[in-house]
């Protein structure tokens, strides 16, 4: 799509330059988007991909979403369609970006995005469970694996973006049992 066709959607764009291509942030998704200095956990970014694709999977897995990692392609799938996209930036092996996760999102709006270049089709934790679940419980299974792949007490969750409608909690903390 141009950009005459996003304002004919009603969709506002941002583009910003950080390559991969086309992302579609959309209500539904979460975004986990994690600041982490790499070179503090030994990691290159190959590592540190991994590790985010790998605590993606097994999260969705836990939620009872036959997930799986696909070497060729980014994000995590469903077969042949993919619920989670995952890419990093780093900038003095500072890694920043993430991943979304599309837990409810609308997915005939993916069909108006290729990804990568090319339509692929995509799917939602909820599909794929075949049952409504709160994005409340996604989000806290991240974070448990955020927390267990990096070694960490606790992480600290800050969320606000401007098109959330009503006041967000300012801050919240997550912390690893046990």
């Known amino acids: 799509m ?3 066709e996003f304002r004919d959607q009603g969709w506002p764009t941002r583009w910003v330059n950080r390559g991969g291509g086309c992302l579609l942030s959309a209500p539904g998704q979460i975004a986990f988007y994690p600041i982490l200095a790499l070179d503090h956990f030994q990691l ?5 991909l991994d590790r985010l694709h ?3 999977r097994d999260a969705l897995t836990d939620l009872d ?17 993919r619920v989670a996209h995952i890419g990093i930036a780093v900038t003095n092996w500072i890694a ?17 995005v290729s990804c990568d270049g090319e339509a692929k ?24 694996g955020f927390t267990e792949a990096f070694g960490f007490d606790r992480v600290s969750l800050f969320h606000h973006h401007p098109a959330l409608p009503g006041k967000a909690p300012v ?3 997550a912390t690893r049992p046990g």
Do not use: C
């Not at 290159?44 to 540190?48: A, D, S, T």
């Not at 995509?122 to 419980?137: C, G, K, N």
């Open 2 to 4: 141009d950009d005459e």
């Open 44 to 48: 290159n970014v190959q590592q540190y």
């Open 54 to 56: 790998t605590l993606m």
């Open 65 to 81: 979403v036959p997930a799986e990692l696909h070497p060729q392609d980014t994000g995590v799938w469903v077969a042949d369609r």
């Open 96 to 112: 920043y970006f993430g991943g979304t996760l599309n837990v409810e999102p609308n997915l005939k709006l993916f069909r108006q």
């Open 121 to 144: 089709p995509m799917t939602s934790v909820e599909r794929e469970r075949r049952l409504r679940i709160r994005p409340a419980t996604v989000r806290q299974r991240l974070l448990e």
């Open 171 to 173: 801050h919240a903390v």
